[in-house]
């Protein structure tokens, strides 16, 4: 009889423990299936934090509601800073565009002036004064022109009309226009552009201020030579590779040329704003390309300039 007892009791507890062994797989199951639609839940609410949605649990949980609390409370939070964030992002780019509009109107105007001047009737020492003011307005006129592009670039204000473009044939045109820049530096100029057109889908227009921009940017900083190369058209791109010898204290900065206010070495910086590369770099990523920089001891610092072709 207590042999019989025993095994009946063994038994019974052979199978609550097996209940309770099932009870804890099946709630282990639950919880991970919980798991796995909260997480793909919360990922697709990442990605799209502008919905405004809120992680849900498929099933009742006291310690995974008190956390998805915690989530959505951290999500709010991060919507609300989004908000701010844009909202301070509009108001810099309207304070900007009037703080250019008020500085380029004045200096349009007294651009205007300094070109009455009749510099015949001045003696040496104030015709050399009246070089520099006309070149410090100039620099002053160009900044503000760039304060207003970099923020319509940014703001998605600029509306461009990629086309095809003849990436060869802008360049050879660019080099042209700023021959003169690049010869009074006293640099040796290579240009190798391919015969046949180079086309890539671009804005004629902004094409021709990223290179102006990067062109310009060799006059300034490059000691004796400047080498330009357009690529074959491959793998649905186009290239272009502006390389210029500099000194050490520019290459060592090339890392952060397109940061606005960026000037390698404010030492010589002068009257440069470390606007325009930064505006090309902008522009570049506009039309899905790119711009890069990269400095070694052989070459330099080399700019890659990177187009989309025509979809065939």
Partial sequence: MAEREATWALLLAAVLAL???????????????????????????????????????????????????????????????????????????????????????PLTSICGYLALVDEGALDAETRESLVVVRRKADSLQRLGTQFYELSRLRGDDERLEPVSADVGRFVREAVAEH?????????????????????????????????????????????????VEVGEALGGRVTATFANDVDAAFSCEVERLFEPFSTADAARSGERSGLGLAIAHAIAEEHGGNLAAASDDERGTTFTLTLPTMPA
Avoid: M
């Fill in 179 to 227: 021959y003169r820049l690049l010869e009074e530096r006293g640099l040796d100029v290579r240009v190798a552009v391919p015969e046949r057109p180079v086309c890539a889908l671009a804005d004629a227009a902004a094409l021709e201020r990223v290179l102006e921009n990067l062109l310009h940017n060799a006059g300034k900083y490059a000691r004796s030579t400047f080498d």
């Fill in 19 to 105: 209940a309770v062994a099932t009870w804890f797989a099946v709630r282990y199951l639950l919880l991970r299936r919980s798991l796995r639609q909260v997480d793909r839940e919360l990922r697709e609410i990442v990605g799209h934090l502008e919905d405004n949605r809120i992680v849900k649990l498929p099933r009742p949980d006291a310690d995974l509601e008190a956390l998805l609390g915690t989530v959505n409370r951290a999500l709010e939070g991060i919507r609300r800073q989004a908000v701010a964030y844009s909202r301070r992002e509009v108001e810099l780019k309207a304070q900007i565009e009037r703080i250019s509009h008020d500085l380029r109107t």
